[in-house]
């Protein structure tokens, strides 16, 4: 994509009440994501503002010996969809051998940890438990309580049962009574939703306001065929249609940040490095904290693309930027 077509892509800017989520059936496109992101800046985490040039790296290799402790974005960085990324499996062990600390931060919320440490693993990842802090476990921690003899309303894959959390839930299908009866609602995944289920959703929302709770605030994640709209889509829709503030756990939010940084202990901040693919999610959200941060280019959000523009136009700067890690 050219600079000229970036631009395009990017300006003007969306109306903030709405429109942009209008027609979810267009195919997304890098600029569309990016605006999106842009048009909700303002509910998103401030970090230090940075300028000056761009540092490219070959790969993560090279600044092994500036951070102690490196984590881990998942799509676009490990894997893309279900393959993974040729080399990543081996950049972990090198690491490893290091001595250097790993995480894999994830706002997949679909899995359970031990599932997704099983996920991982089928892509020829070995991490442990203790090295994998997903958006869904934070959130899982931090659930408010509802009143007595209520149920969250679940958007969950099509597989969901409700002993998958230790809140009760609801299965969010077709049904407006289901959507009416639950005292809160809980998006995990959005793989089965859908504009009708969206639109029960704010139906009942507008008669009877309550929390929406988000384990994944993602508007758009990159997989085999393209990039598709998640929970943080959804939930954005709703704060920009009712008013209805959604809580969001994963990234660029700080529970899943202040997680990490519990379970490495006296470790300097400025020693973290979040690795990941987008700019308004792993790197944005990395520099709130004062970590440090290197974007990946070759896969996932900015695949194919020239990402100076869209550097220059969100103000958000890597510290370094990698084809691959």
């Known amino acids: 994509m050219s600079s000229d077509s970036i631009s395009q892509a990017i300006t003007p800017r969306l109306e903030p009440t709405g ?23 303002d509910r998103l985490p401030d970090a230090p503002s940075r300028s000056g040039g761009l540092h490219h790296i070959p790969d993560l ?31 972990i062990k090198n690491l490893r051998a290091a001595s250097k600390t790993i995480f894999v931060l994830t706002n997949a919320a679909s899995y359970a940890a031990a599932q997704a440490q099983g996920v991982f693993r089928g892509l020829g990842f070995d991490f442990s438990l203790s090295e994998i802090v997903s958006s869904r476990m934070v959130c899982e921690n931090h659930m408010p309580q509802l009143a007595s003899g209520l149920r969250w309303g679940a958007a969950a894959p099509a597989n969901w049962t409700q002993d998958e959390v230790e809140v009760p839930t609801l299965h969010l299908l077709d049904d407006i009574e289901v959507y009416d009866q639950a ?18 959703l704010l139906d009942s929302l507008a008669r009877n306001p309550r929390p929406v709770v988000v384990a994944n605030p993602d508007l758009v994640a990159p997989r085999e065929t393209g990039l598709t709209r998640e929970p943080g889509f959804y939930a954005h829709d709703v ?31 400025r020693r973290i490095v979040m690795v990941g693919d987008t700019l308004h ?45």
């Not at 700067?317 to 890690?325: G, H, K, L, R, T």
């Open 19 to 41: 429109p942009i989520w209008d027609d979810i059936s267009r195919a997304i496109t890098p600029g569309m994501a990016f605006q999106w992101y842009e048009d909700i800046r």
């Open 61 to 91: 290799g090279a600044i092994t010996d500036q951070a102690d402790v490196f984590v881990f974005d998942a799509y676009g960085v490990l894997n893309t969809g279900k393959l993974p990324i040729p080399g990543a499996a081996e950049r």
């Open 183 to 200: 005292g809160g609602f809980l998006f995990l995944s959005t793989l089965d939703w859908n504009s009708g289920r969206q639109a029960l």
């Open 239 to 269: 704060q920009s249609r009712l008013g209805i503030k959604p809580t969001f756990h994963g990234k660029p939010f700080a529970s899943v940040y202040e997680e990490i940084e519990r379970r490495t202990g006296a470790v300097d901040p």
């Open 281 to 325: 999610t792993d790197i944005l959200g990395g520099q709130s904290r004062g970590w440090g941060s290197v974007l990946i280019i070759n896969h996932g959000l900015f695949a194919g693309q020239s990402v100076q523009k869209y550097i220059d136009v969100s103000g958000v700067f890597p510290d370094w930027i990698a084809p691959s890690i």
